[in-house]
């Protein structure tokens, strides 16, 4: 009997409509069974249940595609996914990380990117099993968030 792998992102506390726009977009291309949008990361309805046009702009319909939810607490929607056999990768740079071409996926897998300026908080950060890091060789030390969720994802995934 075969295993299908499912695979979870998490957006916390994603201030830019675009950026959120852009990783429905990419969600969408990487095959990702479904979106948690945690603390105050916009979602594609508004608190009316009307459409976002600034966000539908950049997702480019993708948010009618890739199943999404809302989420007041991270923490418990994490401890709710490790209980359910959910791996947690947290896409950040910190000094546990590990380099992200080496992460080893199971069957259930949740990807987690944070903020575009602080990134993932460190409560947070402890309740994952891995944190996997994009190595930087510029100058700049980061990239968009989401960018970084686009490599990340295409290269953990092994797309």
């Known amino acids: ?5 499912q695979n979870i992102l998490i957006l916390h506390d994603i201030r830019s409509v675009e950026n959120v726009g ?22 594609p309805l508004d608190r ?5 046009g600034d966000l539908a702009k950049s997702a480019l319909g993708a948010e009618e595609f890739v199943l999404w ?3 007041k607490s991270t923490a418990t929607l994490l401890n709710n996914l490790k ?8 896409i950040e740079q910190d000094e546990k990380s590990m380099d992200y071409k080496k992460v080893k996926l199971g069957p259930k897998n949740v990807f987690i ?3 575009e300026v602080t990134g993932i908080p460190k409560n947070i950060l402890k309740k994952c099993d891995i944190i996997a890091e994009i190595p930087m060789r510029g100058k700049k030390e980061s990239l968009n968030v989401s960018v970084a969720c686009g490599v990340a994802l ?3 995934l092994d797309l």
């Open 1 to 5: 009997m075969k295993t299908t792998k």
């Open 22 to 43: 852009a990783m429905f977009r990419t969600a969408d291309a990487a095959g990702i069974d479904k979106i948690y949008l945690t603390g105050y990361t916009p979602a």
């Open 48 to 52: 009316f249940g009307r459409k976002r």
């Open 69 to 71: 939810e809302q989420k």
């Open 83 to 90: 209980r359910d056999g959910f791996y947690i990768i947290a």
């Open 113 to 115: 990117v944070g903020t």
């Open 154 to 156: 295409f290269r953990i």
